[in-house]
């Protein structure tokens, strides 16, 4: 089958890239991420939605001792991670934190100063930066910022799945329910 026919038959939703004679064809897959904290450090959670087609997943974690700028940056680095293979991603985020660091190129400066922000101090963070660094090496990764507790839908459900995740830490912490 020529290339130009898989592509005109594919009824999934995809993107493709020639480079030289070869075709990399990427699954689009649109993601939501949000992150929450109780006290800023404290007990955290995030979540994240996964749309690919009419497939939705949704995942989401907590911490016990955290910030919430680490609980944004790990939803956004569980749900890249949670993709079996290389997929040409929109990732909306409420994290002007996340977000700015891509789009203004603060990652690519942090990673040339050795890792150390404008101040010249380590980053905060930093092996979650570093493994997203990783992950959009492999990913096609578009970020949007959206404005957080507002008329988006999947951003509000990101929302609640990171609230539910602090306030199962909590309860944790309580020795009301086993920590897994």
């Known amino acids: 089958?020529?290339?130009?026919?898989?592509?005109?038959?594919?009824?999934?939703?995809?993107?493709?890239?020639?480079?030289?004679?070869?075709?990399?064809?990427?699954?689009?897959?649109?993601?939501?991420?949000?992150?929450?904290?109780?006290?800023?450090?404290?007990?955290?959670?995030?979540?994240?939605?996964?749309?690919?087609?009419?497939?939705?997943?949704?995942?989401?974690?907590?911490?016990?001792r955290t910030t919430n700028n680490e609980m944004e940056l790990t939803a956004v680095v569980e749900a890249l991670s949670a993709l079996k293979e290389p997929c040409s991603v929109t990732?909306?985020?409420?994290?002007?934190?996340?977000?700015?660091?891509?789009?203004?190129?603060?990652?690519?400066?942090?990673?040339?100063r050795g890792w150390k922000n404008s101040k010249k101090e380590v980053l905060p963070n930093l092996l979650l930066w570093q493994k997203l660094d990783e992950l959009l090496i492999k990913h096609n990764v578009t970020f949007v910022w959206v404005k957080g507790h507002a008329e988006n839908e999947?951003?509000?459900?990101?929302?609640a799945l990171a609230v539910t995740a602090t306030e199962g830490v909590k309860a944790q912490m309580k020795g009301d329910l086993p920590i897994q």
Request: some cysteine; aromatic content about 10%.
């Open 91 to 112: 990732l909306y985020s409420d994290s002007s934190y996340v977000v700015n660091a891509i789009n203004q190129g603060w990652l690519p400066n942090w990673k040339k």
């Open 1 to 64: 089958m020529s290339i130009s026919r898989l592509l005109r038959s594919s009824a999934k939703k995809i993107t493709y890239d020639i480079i030289g004679c070869e075709v990399i064809i990427m699954k689009e897959v649109t993601i939501y991420t949000d992150g929450a904290c109780s006290g800023n450090p404290g007990p955290g959670g995030w979540g994240a939605v996964m749309i690919y087609l009419s497939t939705e997943k949704e995942l989401s974690g907590g911490k016990v």
């Open 154 to 159: 999947y951003n509000n459900r990101c929302d």
